[in-house]
Every structure is written in C-alpha cells, then in structure tokens.
C-alpha cells in the first residue's frame, strides 16, 4: 500500500513539474517574441533614420558651393560674392557632409548590432521550438 502511495505521489509530481516547465518554456518563448518585436521595430525605425540621413548628405553634397544670387533684372549685373562669405558656407557645407557621414556609420553600426540581437533571438527560438518538439 506504501509503494502505491508513494508511487502515486512520485507521478503526481513528476506530471506538475513537466506542467511547470512547459509552462515555463511557454512564457520564455513569449518573451522572445516579445524582444525579437521590439528589435524588429527599432531595426526598421534606424533603418529610415539612415536613409533619411543619406538623402540629406546626398542632397547636401549634389548642391552647388557657390551658390551666387542673380539680378533681379537683366540690366543689373552680378554682385561679386565675398570671398570669406564663400569659404565659410562651403566649410560649413563641408563640416554638414562630414556629421551626416558620422551619423551614417553610427547608424549603420546600430543597425548591425540589432541584426546580430535578432538573429541571437531567433537561435533562442529555434531550440526551445526543436527541445518541444522532441518531447
């Protein structure tokens, strides 16, 4: 009578703790879900942030250094521009090239270290998935 009792006490246990780890492994498995979401959507959100930013260095850097003002007439001549007015805006039109560049690779890091956090989330996934299916 003692063996059947402690044997069924020994199922009984053995039947919630094989509950408790699948519930376990359920709730880690959505907290993966949950990460690779988040990673997904901060990938996406640096993704435009870099193409936004290598829109406004090719715009900026297509963009004619001396851009001198016409007359408004046709009998007016050209002024004749400063030339430290010149070397100033094309200095500051070089220092904007430079941050976007910057800004792209800083970006573009970001955006590789998300990739290599996916797809470490995406092994995570995979063996939980393999270790229930081979229960």
């Known amino acids: 009578m003692k063996t059947i009792l402690v044997?069924?006490?020994?199922?009984?246990?053995?039947?919630?703790?094989?509950?408790a780890e699948k519930s376990a492994e359920q709730a880690q498995l959505k907290q993966l879900e949950t990460a690779l979401e988040?990673?997904?959507q901060e990938s996406q959100s640096v993704y435009q942030q870099f193409l936004m930013v290598q829109e406004l260095r090719r715009n900026d850097a297509s963009e004619p250094s001396m851009n001198v003002p016409l007359p408004s007439t046709p009998g007016q001549s050209i002024p004749i521009p400063n030339y430290n007015d010149?070397?100033?805006?094309?200095?500051?039109?070089?220092?904007?090239?430079?941050?976007?560049?910057?800004?792209l690779d800083r970006l573009y890091a970001r955006y590789q270290e998300l990739e290599n956090e996916k797809q470490q989330i995406l092994e995570q996934m995979d063996l939980l998935k393999n270790k229930k299916a081979d229960e």
């Open 7 to 19: 044997f069924l006490v020994l199922t009984f246990t053995t039947a919630v703790l094989a509950d």
């Open 38 to 40: 988040r990673v997904h």
């Open 86 to 103: 010149l070397m100033q805006r094309q200095q500051a039109k070089q220092a904007r090239v430079n941050q976007y560049s910057a800004d």
